[in-house]
């Protein structure tokens, strides 16, 4: 079985700063995992994913996240966010029959 | 661009009616999920299909029914909406044996008083 804890359910920031949101998995299969993002008023996109290879991915928005096999963890960086950033974000495991487990979520609350 | 579109944005149904959600995506995919979303309980998967006809339960699927009777549409039924269905529905579909990434419309927020 799959499970996702995403210890934050809101992070507030300034605008330029930097941010990470925390994400922990468990998973009984091969590791597959997601960020996605939700803006207001609108269903989920992809951020960006961890299949295979580099344990560094990175979105084209400038945020990043780290796979970390040893500490079950997924997190979220971004090094300096802006206004546009304010969104919830959702880590997810991918489990068998392309089926999804999500955390329940982060508030990113970006302020100037 | 997969397009994943609901027939709804907002709905208001009364406690005891039949619910109708309809999802239809433009890509040809063969996996298509109902997932329900409510604050600090995040996504929850209701009902999945992998192929025409074809259905398998999630983790929340009571009180709730679902239908494919073609590759591009898959519908959530309320058979007697309640007040606790009130939530925000999305759709999601992924082409089957892809890296997961699955496609989501943007949701319908549905009220039931």
């Known amino acids: 079985a799959q499970s996702v804890t995403q210890l934050d359910s809101q992070v507030p920031v300034f605008e330029e700063a930097p941010v990470e949101l925390r994400c922990n998995y468990s998973?009984?299969?091969?590791?597959?995992l997601f960020w996605y993002v939700q803006y207001p008023n609108q269903g989920l996109q992809l951020l960006l994913k961890?299949?295979?290879?580099?344990?560094l991915v990175k979105s084209i928005n400038g945020f990043e996240a780290e796979f970390n096999k040893s500490q079950t963890s997924f997190h979220l960086r971004k090094p300096s966010v802006h206004i546009s950033d304010t969104a919830e974000y959702f880590c997810?495991?991918?489990?068998?029959?392309?089926?999804?487990?999500f955390g329940t979520g982060t508030r990113l609350q970006v302020t100037l | 661009d997969v397009k994943v579109t609901q027939s709804s944005r907002y709905l208001v149904k009364r406690t005891g009616e039949k619910v109708f959600l309809e999802c239809v995506q433009d890509?040809?995919?063969?996996?298509m999920f109902w997932y329900r979303q409510d604050p600090g309980l995040g996504l929850r998967l209701i009902y999945f299909?992998?192929?025409?006809?074809?259905?398998e339960k999630g983790d929340i699927p009571e009180g709730y029914s679902v239908s494919r009777e073609k590759k591009e549409r898959f519908s959530l039924i309320l058979e007697s909406a309640s007040t606790n269905q009130t939530s925000m529905y999305l759709c999601?579909?992924?082409?089957?044996?892809?890296?997961?990434?699955?496609?989501f419309g943007p949701g319908t927020r549905l009220t039931v008083t």
């Open positions: 997810a495991v991918a489990g068998t029959a392309s089926k999804l487990t």
């Open positions: 998973s009984s299969v091969s590791v597959y």
């Open positions: 961890y299949l295979s290879g580099s344990t």
């Open positions: 890509m040809d995919h063969e996996n």
């Open positions: 299909s992998y192929d025409v006809k074809m259905k």
């Open positions: 999601a579909s992924i082409r089957a044996g892809s890296s997961y990434e699955q496609y």
